[in-house]
């Protein structure tokens, strides 16, 4: 705002000035403080004991992925209601034999296509074949770290929310949103 003194403490060019890094630390924490200013609380925790969650997983080969998806979930989840709806695009690894592994301890439909599918059409095909209440489309790369799926669902019965990402980083360093 012209006129008014910024709070912020802006180092002379001389022998004051702070390393890069500390500078750039500095804008986003002031960035963060202004932003909570502003925030409204998220709704409270909804109970989610009578909700039921499809995780909608495309998937073409690479069974680790599977398997590291399956293990983390089963390492964090809370929820009882969680239901995977895997489609196999044109698969010919052993991913059909990790799934059966799991079919013990999670609830895995499959659907197996012969062909790769568009994203869409198979998300799409995923999305019309489960009654769940809540949907969550995962990469099949996804380690999960945490319980988020409690989480995600508290954003989504927020009305300002049309639908939240998480940020996920892999194992290789590298990260995206999913």
Do not use: W
């Not at 403490?9 to 702070?18: D, F, L, N, R, V």
Request: hydrophobic letters at 35%; charged letters at 25%; one cysteine or more.
């Amino acid at each position: 705002m012209p006129g008014k003194a910024d709070a912020r403490a802006i180092p002379k060019a001389t022998g004051e000035s702070q390393g890069h890094g500390a500078k750039i630390a500095e804008e986003i924490n002031f960035r963060r403080a202004a932003s909570a200013r502003h925030s409204l609380p998220l709704p409270p925790m909804p109970s989610l004991e009578d909700s039921t969650i499809c995780c909608i997983v495309l998937h073409r080969s690479g069974e680790h992925h599977l398997r590291r998806l399956f293990t983390s979930f089963l390492r964090f989840n809370t929820l009882s209601r969680v239901e995977f709806k895997v489609i196999l695009h044109a698969c010919t690894d052993e991913s059909r034999e990790v799934i059966r592994s799991f079919q013990n301890r999670l609830r895995i439909n499959v659907t197996d296509c012969q062909e790769n599918q568009s994203f869409v059409y198979s998300n799409n095909r995923a999305a019309e074949a489960t009654n769940a209440e809540y949907l969550i489309f995962l990469n099949n790369d996804v380690i999960f770290q945490e319980n988020v799926v409690p989480e995600l669902l508290r954003c989504l019965q927020d009305p300002r929310s049309g639908g939240p990402l998480t940020f996920v980083s892999s194992p290789e360093n590298s990260s995206r949103e999913s």
